[in-house]
Nanobody, 124 residues
């Protein structure tokens, strides 16, 4: 049984930072995709950052490149999203996801059968 639990969301001013965490259980990282998605009210869920555990390769949406960093701590079974230089347009519910696939599909939401419950990020 795969379980993903996010934490670390909150409210922050423009230019501030937050670090999201996703604790995983019942899931193996090897050669799999893990990612962060976000969904703002009235918008589709979009991929923000992904990591392909086969080689720790990372990919980012253009809107967050240079500001967000995804990482994986296998010893702690935890994935992180460090978010710096936050903007109001980053406001959304953020979800972590785990799935199976090659790197090229790791930012595609259809890759993921497992999702966390979400954590709210508000930037004002």
């Amino acid at each position: 049984h795969v379980q993903l639990v996010e934490s670390g969301g909150g409210s922050v001013q423009t230019g501030g930072s937050l670090r999201l965490s996703c604790a995983a259980s019942g899931y193996t990282y090897n050669r799999n995709c893990m990612a962060w998605f976000r969904q703002a009210p009235g918008k589709e869920r979009e991929g923000v950052a992904a990591i392909w555990a086969g080689g720790d390769s990372t990919d980012y949406a253009d809107s967050v490149k240079g500001r967000f960093t995804i990482s994986l701590d296998r010893a702690q079974n935890t994935m992180y999203l460090q978010m710096d230089s936050l903007k109001p347009e980053d406001t959304a519910m953020y979800y972590c996801a785990a799935g199976y696939g090659l790197r090229r599909v790791c930012l595609d939401k259809n890759t993921y059968p497992y999702w966390g419950q979400g954590t709210q990020v508000t930037v004002s």
